[in-house]
């Protein structure tokens, strides 16, 4: 009963037409218990339009680029993929990739495939990946070991089977050097959708 009463207040509408249904509605002796929380449902339906009005896309990739020109975006991340998991990374960190790979200590690389790059006010998102120029992503292998000692244990119940192996898997340390953006800034225009042809992975 009392659920029926407020189902005027569950449709969308503005806060004039939730207040009217709120002091039309007849509550008796379920007002005092049901008060506050229909006081906070009329106060949580207030909208502030000024928090959510959106910056037209050409002001918000001139902001972007200003802060770029003044080199006040601040320490830069980066998501790139990597031997097919993604590593969220500022410069100075160490990452460490399991299994083979090539590369030898010492070696000097470029991360290519950037998904997403960003400094303390804005987020460059790639559509899946960053257009090929704009994030330069440096790094050099420090280190080519083994990890830790791991235990690999199966059992049987009942059928007297039981099986233990270790092992220890190949891993290769990485430091990321520096994290860049391009000169020339944020382009205005996005570009094209990827062609049929083109592969990102």
Not at 50 to 61: F, I, Q, Y
Request: hydrophobic letters at 40%; glycine letters at 6%.
């Amino acid at each position: 009963m009392f659920l029926n009463r407020l189902a005027p207040l569950a449709r969308p509408s503005g806060v004039v037409s939730v207040a009217n249904a709120f002091k039309s509605l007849s509550l008796g002796a379920a007002t005092p218990r049901a008060a506050p929380a229909l006081t906070a449902l009329v106060s949580n339906t207030r909208f502030n339009s000024s928090l959510a009005a959106p910056l037209p896309s050409g002001s918000v990739v001139k902001a972007v680029n200003a802060q770029l020109a003044s080199a006040s975006e601040g320490r830069l991340f980066a998501v790139v993929q990597l031997c097919g998991k993604q590593f969220k990374i500022t410069s100075g960190d160490i990452i460490i990739v399991e299994g083979y790979w090539p590369p030898t200590n010492g070696d000097r690389i470029r991360l290519d495939k950037v998904l997403l790059a960003g400094g303390k006010d804005f987020s460059l998102i790639g559509r899946p990946l960053v257009p090929a120029g704009l994030v330069d992503v440096q790094a050099t292998i420090i280190e080519k070991s083994l990890s830790h000692t791991k235990t690999h244990f199966r059992k049987k119940r009942r059928k007297q089977y039981m099986r233990i192996n270790f092992f220890r898997a190949q891993q290769t340390m990485i430091r990321i050097n520096s994290i860049e953006l391009s000169e020339k800034g944020v382009p205005e225009q996005p570009r094209a959708s990827r062609e049929e042809g083109e592969r990102f992975f």
